[in-house]
């Protein structure tokens, strides 16, 4: 059963516009929301992660917005370049210990 | 500050064999994670150890199997490989007490099952 489910699947933006990737949950257990981005042949990388009392966290040209009452999370990327062509997936942390559930990913690409 | 190291990077094993990997946490990092990438199911949480101690474990059969040392570092043993084995198997570090700390992701471990 996922529990997490993220979308668009895959996203082309043209450099300097905003690429947005929404995320929405089931759990109500998951108590912390990291996102992070995978280049090919990588591992991923942490992101910006947020916490569910909070509704936006901004880092850069990186936001992630939370909406804890409708169980949905989304991240935007302002001024996307080419460099941020990855693959992106949000996750969700949920009792004891360091399990992470992952979204299914989203391939994004920045086109000139 | 050194990063998560998974060894080897490649493998290729015949089905039916049994494959170990090796996966060393930042220094200090105390909890060790193991995923499954694969593009039909994506990451999925295989199990976490912490203190040489299996903490969590998801829905992966008995076949995959894990131990932790006393120096954090974490092995993952997968016996009688099949076909649907194939995949990106990651490691992930993270520091332990208090709340919520992020997971450090290794490279991987491309493991190829023919």
């Known amino acids: 059963q996922q529990q997490v489910k993220q979308s668009p699947q895959s996203l082309i933006v043209q450099k300097g516009g905003i690429s947005i990737i929404n995320c929405a949950y089931e759990?109500?257990?998951?108590?912390?929301f990291p996102w992070y981005q995978q280049f090919p042949g990588k591992g991923p990388a942490l992101l910006i992660a947020?916490?569910?009392?909070?509704s936006e966290k901004k880092e850069g040209r990186f936001t992630i917005s939370f909406n804890k009452s409708a169980k949905q999370f989304s991240l935007h990327i302002m001024d996307s370049q080419p460099g941020d062509s990855a693959t992106y997936f949000c996750?969700?942390?949920?009792?004891?210990?360091?399990?992470?559930?992952f979204g299914t990913g989203t391939q994004l690409k920045v086109e000139l | 500050k050194a990063g998560v190291t998974q060894t080897p990077r490649y493998l290729i094993k015949t089905r039916g064999q049994q494959v170990t990997l090796s996966c060393s946490p930042i220094s200090g990092h105390r909890s060790v994670s193991w995923y499954q990438q694969t593009p039909g199911q994506g990451l999925q949480f295989l199990f976490e150890y912490f203190s040489e101690t299996q903490r969590n474990k998801g829905n992966f059969p008995g076949r995959f199997s894990g131990r932790q040392f006393s120096n954090s570092r974490s092995e993952m043993n997968v016996s009688t490989l099949e076909l649907g084995d194939s995949a990106l198997y990651l490691c992930a570090s993270s520091l332990v007490g208090g709340i919520r700390t992020e997971a450090f992701f290794g490279q991987g471990t491309r493991l190829t099952v023919v």
């Open positions: 996750a969700a942390f949920s009792g004891g210990g360091n399990k992470l559930t």
């Open positions: 759990n109500t257990a998951f108590d912390y």
């Open positions: 947020i916490r569910p009392d909070v």
